[in-house]
């Protein structure tokens, strides 16, 4: 019996355990996480922390890793989801120990709570005094890149840099780094979302001015991470992919101090160039100011690796001149930030053209001469100003964000042309540009080129703008104490265009009916416009890790634009072809103007558009710190309310008014849509030891919306060649996307990326064409059937345990299909909006196959650094539609560059040499080879090596090309572009470093 008696009262202890281990297993956790770092230069430090209740009992124990900026250690320990008072401890050998106090009061549906930093002070503090000093030598191994935590770790001084250079020429050397043009930089074949300085944005995200500016020798490590945005950060939870970025990190005795550079220079064909760069930063503030006047409107440099494409040189002859300040400041804890950016600027433009092409048609091919010269002087003043809080009022529970920004333009443009439509192509004639159209222009009726010109034009123009604009937004985001968001925006914009100022004269002979339309126009457009709004959002956290976040936007436009015609011509024999006036003149009185106004053709409209937008988004994330895993769904449902009040006056809609009885003048429309929308996505980084990974795939839906002006038939006869007329069927368009990338890094570092796009319900232009005139008409409709999908590698390896052989490749390859309407050819001088329900444009399909790739192979060995490299590029287009030659062309180059510095002499040579090829184009004339020489030879002087003399070479075999070629699924364009010439420069460039007193 007492068996028994004990048996059951064993079960009863089972059952309850059980129940204690169920409800365990059970129980919530949330997540605390914080910051140890060094009190004095606050960086990370790999501490081990304690967690204990308020009584001192101990809770868990953990230790911080580095997290996102390398230089930053965070750690996280998961807790009961109740209200607690607790004891946070950090220990570490070489600091004193440090004691923290937080509370936890309301849990509700948080999930992560972020601690105050903990600040430990070293117990031998001259090691912070040799930190700061860098004094600590850390390149006698000479690692050229490490691995901290989830942070690539460049060391700066294990490159061998030239004197003289700056970051570009750093950033050059790094392993697995490709620095483009416009400053561009892949890591990996990774592209690099921002460039920072010390973790804070630099000049607005003005990479190229810090690339060029700042000393590499200032530079003690480049770190590259994946970081979340402002916001994300600040709530604690990412909803949106990573940034990915590359961090300069400053040596600490620069900080505090002022550097800067002042470069002139003067060269043959009257080339010269003179700025300035100075910047002041410290831990907690930038201040650079900046300048340049120049006529040298190349950015590529000798001893580059074949960036001196022909095809992409510098249109035009530009003279610059610029002035900048820029002033960012945050406090220690980077709770808040504010930056202010004012430029000037002044520019004048030199552009001569020459342009040769052909469209594409079942029907026939058009061909198209023409040449032009245009002169643009431009004045501009911006200014922008950015403040951000993460604590508004001392409340960590705020934050916000605003832009303020203000623009004033004034400028002139002058500006002469000439061109000729052809029905056959008159490459047969051996003729260059200018050579055709002088004859065209002097054929006269029964001459062979007379019979195969369609139409032929002058055009003289002369136009003077000035204007201004402002606009900004105020984003409030509040968290509550249950764990939700709740997001407020306000935005307002107003722009007015002073002066508005058109004068053009046009003469166009239509050869096959022997007309002529000349007319003298002149157009005054002063604009007034404006648009404000506000936003609201809700964002639940539940605690399953799902987001419902419900939205309202509201926005409201306003434009008002007096868009007045004047036919100047039709005040008589004097202002006619033969004008005695020069352009620009106008007649003495407004009564006399007036009698030039074309009616039907001017217009005064007042339109107001209002939408609302009512949606809700749900997703979730999975994330884990430890691996760096993050996966989200995105599902969102967005209801469009459109309204728009358009008061429109003009003289032949008017007359239509009075004989039909149509209220065109004052009409709204109104129009409500749903427009759904949805995203998938993974992202995880890994790293093991000196090797590491990434990879990231997503898809997204999205639906846009024809805007107004293609609904809604507002069409002018402005243009006696060309009508554009409107649809009002128009349907929605829909897109999918799908992108995926993984990449591998250490010694052999490789990546592979892929994407593809489908589309449905694009918008194309239906085309009438009158092949005997020229004539075009113009009307929207939906094509389907077009997409595109590629793949990209990229693959770098170290060759050699020494790392002095580097090996790059990165092949591609793209397929586009192509759709979009043919062109029908119609018999009729006028092409109204009727005839295009007679016929069903056919549509055309061009299938383009994009391939190619780069490679390189580098050496660097003390101040020696040779390169050999290669980029291809071969582009095939077919088509089943008639008249269609198949387009199967390719274009290389291939060279050589080096750059060696005798230090003792402090003496740096620079050169490039490329050869530029191109083959399969039908047009003989553009298969080409240029061979690209450029050289240049510097010398430092006095103490410290501030003054720099320096010879640059450009063109040195006078074979830069100023042609490109342009070919699409609609056409093949040659176009010609004047641009500087070849030239020898003297640069005289002075460098300097005031460092802060310690």
């Known amino acids: 019996m007492s068996v028994s008696v004990n048996a059951v009262a064993q079960k009863k202890v089972d059952k309850k355990e059980k129940r204690e281990t169920t409800k365990e297993k059970k129980e919530r956790k949330i997540t605390l996480s914080g910051r140890v770092l060094n009190s004095f230069t ?97 390149v006698a191994s000479k690692v050229k890149f490490l691995h901290k935590g989830d942070t690539l770790v460049f060391n700066a001084d294990a490159f061998n840099v030239p004197e003289g250079s700056m970051l570009d020429d750093l950033i050059k050397q790094l392993p697995g780094v ?29 990479t190229q001015l810090m690339l060029e500016n700042l000393p590499y020798y200032v530079v003690k490590d480049i770190q590259v991470y994946d970081r979340m945005n402002e916001r994300d950060r600040w709530e604690g939870k990412q909803t949106d992919k990573k940034e990915y970025v590359m961090d300069v990190k400053m040596k600490k005795e620069f900080l505090g101090g002022y550097m800067g550079n002042i470069d002139v220079g003067a060269g043959t064909s009257e080339r010269w160039l003179g700025r300035f760069f100075t910047m002041r930063h410290s831990d907690h503030s930038q201040l650079a100011i900046f300048g340049n006047i120049n006529n040298v409107n190349v950015g590529s440099r000798p001893g580059e690796n074949a960036e001196w494409d022909p095809n992409s040189n510098n249109q035009s002859e530009q003279t610059t001149k610029n002035i900048g300040v820029w002033w960012y400041a945050h406090d220690k804890n980077k709770t808040f930030d504010e930056n202010l950016d004012i430029d000037i600027q002044w520019r004048k433009n030199d552009m001569q053209m020459r342009l040769a092409s052909e469209d594409f048609a079942s029907a026939g091919n058009i061909f198209t001469r023409s040449q032009s010269a245009n002169i643009n002087d431009i004045f ?122 058109s004068f053009s004269r046009n003469k166009t002979e239509f050869l096959q009916n022997s007309s002529v339309d000349f007319r003298n126009e002149y157009q005054p457009s002063p604009t007034k416009n404006y648009n404000f709004g506000a936003n609201f959002s809700y964002n639940i956290n539940f605690l399953s890790g799902w987001r419902l976040s419900p939205s309202f936007n509201f926005s409201q436009n306003y434009s008002d634009n007096a868009n007045e015609y004047y036919r100047l011509d039709r005040l008589g024999k004097s202002w006619g072809a033969d004008s005695e006036y020069e352009l620009g003149r106008l007649p003495s009185t407004r009564d ?8 039907a053709n001017s217009d005064w409209r007042d339109e107001m558009h209002r939408q609302y937008q009512s949606g ?113 069927n128009l349907k929605n368009g829909v897109s999918h996307f799908i992108n995926a990338y993984y990449n591998k890094w250490g010694k052999f570092s ?61 092949p591609s390859f793209r397929y586009n299909h192509n759709v979009d309407f043919d062109r029908q050819d119609i018999d009729k001088d006028f092409i109204t909006d009727e005839d295009f329900n007679d016929y069903d444009i056919p549509l055309s399909k061009v299938n383009t196959i994009t391939s190619g790739g780069r490679i390189n192979c ?75 020489w450029n050289m240049s030879l510097s010398k430092s002087f006095l103490k410290g090596k501030p003054l720099m003399l320096k010879v640059e070479g ?3 075999l006078h074979q830069l090309s100023n042609t490109s070629m342009i070919v699409n699924a609609q056409g093949r364009t040659e176009v010609w572009y004047n641009s500087i010439p070849h030239y020898i420069m003297l640069h005289a460039v002075y460098k300097f470093n005031i460092n802060p007193k310690k």
């Not at 006399?592 to 009616?599: E, K, M, T």
């Not at 020696?864 to 287009?877: A, C, E, H, I, Y």
């Open 42 to 138: 606050k960086a990370g430090i790999e501490a081990k922390v304690t967690l204990m209740k308020d009584d001192s009992t101990f809770v868990d124990t953990t230790r911080c890793w580095y997290s996102y900026s390398g230089n930053d250690a965070k750690y996280w320990i998961d807790i009961p989801a109740k209200p607690a008072k607790y004891i946070i401890k950090a220990e570490h050998p070489e600091y004193y120990t440090s004691y923290i106090n937080y509370e936890i009061n309301h849990i509700a549906r948080n999930t992560i709570f972020e601690a105050p930093w903990i600040l430990m002070k070293r117990k031998n503090p001259t090691k912070d005094l040799d930190q700061m000093l860098d004094q600590v030598e850390i």
């Open 380 to 501: 501009s003043i911006n200014f922008n100003n950015n403040f951000r809080s993460e604590k508004l009022f001392g409340n960590k529970n705020l934050f916000l964000s605003s832009y303020l920004s203000f623009g004033y333009n004034k400028g002139e443009s002058n500006s002469l042309s000439r061109n000729a439509t052809l029905n056959s192509d008159p490459s047969e004639y051996g003729l260059d540009i200018p050579q055709l159209l002088d004859s065209i222009f002097s054929t006269i009726k029964g001459m062979e080129l007379y019979d195969k010109t369609t139409n032929r034009s002058m055009n003289s123009s002369f136009n003077n703008t000035q204007s201004f604009s402002i606009n900004g937004n105020i984003d409030f985001n509040w968290k509550l104490p249950w764990g939700d968001v709740v997001g407020i925006g306000v935005f307002g914009a107003t722009d007015k265009q002073i002066k508005g100022d």
């Open 616 to 728: 809700i988004n749900i997703s979730k994330s999975f994330e884990n710190d430890s691996s760096y895993t993050h996966l989200y769904l995105r599902l969102n449902a967005k209801i469009n309310q459109e309204w728009m009040k358009l008061k429109y006056t003009r003289s032949d809609i008017t007359d239509e008014i009075d004989d039909n009885n149509i209220d065109i003048i004052n009409k709204k429309y109104e129009r409500t849509n749903v427009s759904p929308s949805a995203g998938l996505g993974f992202q995880r980084s890994w790293h093991r030891n000196n090797n590491g990974g990434y990879i990231y795939a997503d898809y997204n839906f999205n639906t846009t919306q024809p805007g107004f002006n293609s609904l809604y038939d507002l069409s002018k006869t402005t243009n006696p060649l060309v009508i554009n007329y409107a649809n009002p």
């Open 858 to 932: 580098e050496y660097n060995y003390d101040e020696l650094r040779l390169s050999v490299n290669g980029n291809l590029d071969w582009n095939k287009s077919t088509s089943t539609r008639t008249n269609f030659q198949t387009i199967n062309a390719f274009e290389f180059n291939y060279g050589f560059s080096g750059k060696y510095t005798i230090k003792k002499w402090a003496l740096t040579a620079s050169s490039s040499i490329t050869m530029f090829s191109k083959r399969g184009y039908q047009d003989s004339e553009m298969n080409t080879d240029h061979l690209i």
């Open 954 to 956: 450009v063109d040195l």
């Open 178 to 206: 490709e620095l483009k043009k416009g400053g561009e930089i892949y890591v990996n074949g990774r592209k690099v979302d921002e460039l920072l300085l010390n973790g804070d944005k630099f000049i607005n995200g003005n």
């Open 592 to 599: 006399s103007l007036l009698l030039a106004l074309d009616l």
């Open 750 to 810: 490789y990546g592979l990326g892929g994407n593809i796009q489908f589309s449905q319900n694009n918008i194309g232009m239906r085309t009438l064409y009158n092949p005997k005139t020229g004539f075009s008409a113009y009307k929207p409709g939906n094509i389907n059937g077009n997409w595109n999908g590629g793949i990209e590698a990229n693959i770098s390896v170290q060759l050699d345990s020494a790392e002095h052989w580097n090996f790059d490749i990165s």
